[in-house]
Nanobody, 120 residues
Framework: QVQLVESGGGLVQTGKSLRLSCTAS????????WGWYRQGPGNERELVAE???????DYANSVKGRSTISKDSTKNTWYLRINNLKPEDSGVYFC??????????????WGQGNQVTVSS
């Protein structure tokens, strides 16, 4: 029902910056939470950053202070920018959207995943 397409991954050098984008499309949906997750080899998917319902913003400790999540609701698009990239930032990044809310839950949706590799 809701499709998430993300872009912006690739190979980046240590110390540089990267911005990922995610765009949602579908019919009759409203996103209540916008998130980014990362999964490294042999690791579980973990939260990197999220705009929660009501506007609260959370960041993982690993990126806190050098990462920014933002959104453009008119375009159903949200972004993750990470500055001063480190090799440990490498992994497959997935965008996530929670559509609807407790009053009218529409589902949780995931992007296809983008590989980010930070070279040292």
């Amino acid at each position: 029902q809701v499709q998430l397409v993300e872009s912006g991954g690739g190979l980046v050098q240590t110390g540089k910056s990267l911005r990922l984008s995610c765009t949602a499309s579908g019919d009759r949906f409203s996103i209540s939470a916008w998130g980014w997750y990362r999964q490294g080899p042999g690791n579980e998917r973990e939260l990197v950053a999220e705009i929660r319902p009501g506007g609260t913003v959370d960041y993982a400790n690993s990126v806190k202070g050098r990462s920014t999540i933002s959104k453009d609701s008119t375009k159903n698009t949200w972004y993750l920018r990470i500055n001063n990239l480190k090799p440990e930032d490498s992994g497959v990044y997935f965008c996530k959207a929670d559509a609807g809310d407790g009053f009218n839950w529409q589902g949780r949706f995931w992007g296809q995943g983008n590989q980010v590799t930070v070279s040292s």
